[in-house]
Structures are given as C-alpha cells and as structure tokens.
C-alpha cells in the first residue's frame, strides 16, 4: 500500500525557516517524481515543487523560487522542502504528492499523503 | 500560466441526480503529437487530501466508481456525477498539466439538495 506521511510543519514567525520531510512507503520511490502542493486555509490547490527520480530535473513555482528548496533522499524514502524566509502568505497545509508518469517534467498526483499546516504569523 | 476556471462556484443536487461540473483552461491543453488532453480531476472531501478521479480528461482512476465521467478536450472539460450519492459531497478541482506550472482550478463545491 501507497503512503505518504508529512512531518515538520508548525507555527514560524516572518522571515523564519522550516525543513518538511515526507516518507514514502509501499513503491520504489526513486522511480517516481515527486512534489510539494499546498493549499491556503480555505482556499485552492497550489503547485510548489517538483524533483524527478534521480534529482536531475527541478521545479518550482515563481512564488517560492529562490526560497524553497526540494531534495530526496532515496536511500530513506524521504522527500524534503527547506523553506527559508517565510511570509504570511506561505501559511497552507502542504501535501506530498507522488506523480506516477514522471520522468522530466510534472504530469498529474495519484497519491497524496495527508498535509502538514504551516503557519506563518508573529 | 495557463488560467483554469470552473463552474458553477457550487451546485446543490437531489439524491440520484446527475451533477455537472465546467471546467475551461485560457489555452488549449490538448497535445497534438499524442492526441492527449492534459486535464485531471480531483475530489477532496472535508479535511482529507485530494483524491484523483479522473486523468488524460476521461480515465477514470482504479477503484473510481462508474458514475464519474470525465469528457471534453481542447479548453473545455466537464466532470459528470451520473447517479449522485450522499459519498459525493465534496470540492471537486480540475488541473491541467499540459504546461508548466501545473495549475488548478478553484474548485466547485457539490452538496445535497
């Protein structure tokens, strides 16, 4: 069985930093690209990150470049998001999401693990 | 970015009814060399993560009941509830994937009427 767990989430003041990890279990996970979606309290679904297979090819949205980095570690099973220099607005529960086409660019998320809240506040 | 907007906002349905969800990208999503509509839709119940129920527009996901269907292609897509079952309360969001960065619609809440 699939399953995603996120950890690392909490509450951090502006500016601050935050390290989330996801292990993964059930799947060859270096097999996969994976991602980061989170979703703002109340509100939609927002692309973050993505890492492929082999940490060869990275993405992120505009609104978190230069800020979040992704890494894996296929060795554990583990997907992280260092956040540096949070803001307001980066306050979302995020999702690990496995994307099950893969290879060089993201396609679309069959599993997802159940979140962890970021808040953002003073 | 490629824009995805849905419609309506919401819909209230009878028990057994068919719902219908809109879903229009501000570009076409359709890749001419495969043939393919990068088009995903998802359900997310209250306090769970999006489930995926339907993929490339109109496969249906394992496990996913019959009663959802997805159609449509180019820049308009729709997902159909056929019967609609107290379970089917939810958000539903559609996602295109065909360019980068993948973006989501704002979701269309389904309740009971």
């Known amino acids: 069985e699939v399953q995603l767990v996120e950890s690392g989430g909490g509450l951090v003041k502006p500016g601050g930093s935050l390290r989330l990890s996801c292990a993964a279990s059930?799947?060859?996970?270096?097999?996969?690209?994976m991602n980061w979606v989170r979703q703002a309290p109340g509100k939609g679904l927002e692309w973050v990150s993505s890492i492929s297979g082999s940490s060869s090819y990275i993405y992120y949205a505009d609104s978190v470049k230069g800020r979040f980095t992704i890494s894996r570690d296929n060795a554990k099973n583990s997907l992280y998001l260092q956040m540096n220099s949070l803001r307001a607005e980066d306050t979302a529960v995020y999702y690990c999401?496995?994307?099950?086409?893969?290879?060089?660019?993201?396609?679309?998320?069959?599993?997802w693990g159940q979140g962890t809240l970021v808040t953002v506040s003073s | 970015d490629i824009v995805m907007t849905q419609s309506p906002d919401s819909l209230a349905v009878s028990l057994g009814e068919r719902a219908t969800i809109n879903c229009k990208s501000s570009?076409?999503?359709?890749?001419?060399?495969?043939?393919?509509?990068?088009l995903t839709w998802y359900q997310q119940k209250p306090g769970q993560p999006p489930k995926l129920l339907i993929y490339w527009a109109s496969t249906r996901e394992s496990g996913v009941p019959d009663r959802f269907s997805g159609t449509g292609s180019g820049t308009d897509f729709t997902l159909t509830i056929s019967s609609l079952q107290a379970e089917d309360v939810a958000v539903y969001y559609c996602q295109q994937y065909y360019s980068s960065p993948s973006t989501f619609g704002p979701g269309t809440k389904v309740d009971i009427k």
């Open positions: 570009q076409s999503v359709l890749y001419s060399s495969n043939n393919k509509n990068y």
């Open positions: 999401a496995r994307d099950p086409v893969g290879s060089t660019r993201t396609y679309y998320f069959d599993y």
């Open positions: 059930g799947f060859t996970f270096s097999s996969y690209t």
